[in-house]
Protein backbone atom coordinates (compact mmCIF):
# COMPACT_ATOMS: atom_id res chain seq x y z
CA UNK A 1 0.00 0.00 0.00
CA UNK A 2 1.39 3.21 -0.97
CA UNK A 3 2.06 6.19 1.62
CA UNK A 4 -0.85 8.21 3.10
CA UNK A 5 -0.10 12.14 1.95
CA UNK A 6 -0.31 15.08 5.11
CA UNK A 7 -2.89 17.56 4.40
CA UNK A 8 -0.63 20.49 4.28
CA UNK A 9 -3.22 23.48 5.11
CA UNK A 10 -4.11 21.08 8.44
CA UNK A 11 -0.22 20.50 9.31
CA UNK A 12 0.17 24.27 9.67
CA UNK A 13 -2.96 24.66 12.16
CA UNK A 14 -2.70 21.81 13.84
CA UNK A 15 -0.41 20.51 16.50
CA UNK A 16 -0.43 16.77 18.46
CA UNK A 17 -0.11 17.05 21.93
CA UNK A 18 2.00 14.48 23.59
CA UNK A 19 -1.29 12.70 25.02
CA UNK A 20 -2.79 12.98 21.50
CA UNK A 21 -4.76 15.62 21.87
CA UNK A 22 -5.04 18.33 18.95
CA UNK A 23 -4.60 22.03 19.80
CA UNK A 24 -4.84 24.87 17.50
CA UNK A 25 -4.99 28.77 17.46
CA UNK A 26 -7.77 31.57 17.81
CA UNK A 27 -8.57 33.27 14.50
CA UNK A 28 -8.89 36.89 14.51
CA UNK A 29 -5.94 37.77 16.31
CA UNK A 30 -4.09 38.82 12.89
CA UNK A 31 -4.87 42.20 12.26
CA UNK A 32 -7.45 45.20 12.84
CA UNK A 33 -5.95 44.75 16.21
CA UNK A 34 -6.52 47.99 17.80
CA UNK A 35 -10.04 48.14 18.24
CA UNK A 36 -9.75 44.97 20.58
CA UNK A 37 -9.07 45.08 23.96
CA UNK A 38 -5.58 43.81 25.58
CA UNK A 39 -7.67 41.15 27.37
CA UNK A 40 -9.19 40.09 24.31
CA UNK A 41 -5.69 40.02 22.46
CA UNK A 42 -4.22 38.31 25.42
CA UNK A 43 -6.71 35.16 24.87
CA UNK A 44 -6.64 35.09 21.37
CA UNK A 45 -2.61 34.36 21.57
CA UNK A 46 -3.60 31.45 23.88
CA UNK A 47 -3.81 28.17 21.86
CA UNK A 48 -6.30 25.58 22.69
CA UNK A 49 -7.83 22.24 22.45
CA UNK A 50 -9.43 21.02 18.92
CA UNK A 51 -13.55 19.84 19.97
CA UNK A 52 -14.22 16.56 20.00
CA UNK A 53 -16.70 16.78 16.98
CA UNK A 54 -13.69 17.61 14.50
CA UNK A 55 -10.98 15.62 16.10
CA UNK A 56 -11.53 12.76 13.95
CA UNK A 57 -11.68 14.93 10.49
CA UNK A 58 -8.50 16.50 11.68
CA UNK A 59 -6.65 12.97 12.47
CA UNK A 60 -7.45 11.88 8.89
CA UNK A 61 -5.76 14.87 7.20
CA UNK A 62 -2.68 14.40 9.99
CA UNK A 63 -1.94 10.54 8.90
CA UNK A 64 1.77 10.51 10.86
CA UNK A 65 1.37 13.54 13.27
CA UNK A 66 2.87 16.30 13.40
CA UNK A 67 6.71 16.66 14.63
Do not use: C, N, Q, W
Not at 5 to 20: E, S
Not at 29 to 35: D, E, G, P, V
Amino acid sequence: MSKLKTHKGAAKRFRLTATGKIKRGHSHARHILTKKSSKRKRHLDLDTLVDKTDVKRIKLMLPYGRE
